[in-house]
């Protein structure tokens, strides 16, 4: 479990494909704190860490996995938010994020407002329902507060958010262009909610 606030940006080393594919991470955490079996966030996707080296940490990544997120953040040199998993007694500055990926969503549009980025993301129709103005969602393991919303295509939506100056700083959104993919992970009482509601129906 996380909460959507990065601690560090790593990079992407090497892929090595053995059925799942083997992903190496350089990271600033220092790797002798992390044991073997850990999970971490890469870019809003929950992965257990596999093997370490100090600066660098490996994780196996399925092709379950590989077919629900962001393709472009599994080739070497991609840039990945990190977040090491929630303790008991941290500070929950975001919201709870599971590390679970709903759907991929694109960058429609990048506006520069004063020091921050507004961005638009559509995102498909699966995942309509669950995102509201006001609303909390993880973008790319970034917790973030939904501006506004509105149609997409295809019965998708397309909503807005703000990105601050820091967040830009801290996190991959700084180098963020229309047209790149970001995984979207929604709420988790917004899906506990629509499980209810699509259960009460049947």
Sequence with gaps: MFTGIITDIGTVTAVEPRG??????????????????????????CLTVVDKAPGEFAVDVSGETLRHSAAAQWT??????????????????????TGHVDAVGRVAALDREG???????????????FIAAKGSVALSGVSLTVNGVGPGADGGIRFDLNIIPHT??????????????????????ARYLGRMRDVLTL
């Design 20 to 45: 799942d594919l083997r992903v190496r991470i350089a990271t600033g955490y220092d790797t002798a704190g992390i044991a073997l079996g850990a999970s971490i966030s890469c870019s809003g996707v």
């Design 76 to 97: 070497a040199g991609a840039l990945l938010n990190l977040e090491r998993a929630l303790k008991v007694g941290d500070e929950l500055g975001g919201h709870i994020v």
């Design 115 to 129: 020091g921050s980025i507004k961005l638009t993301i559509e995102a498909p129709a699966s995942v309509a329902p």
């Design 168 to 189: 830009g700083e801290w996190t991959t959104f700084g180098g963020l262009a229309v047209g790149d993919e970001v995984n979207v992970e929604i709420d988790v009482l």
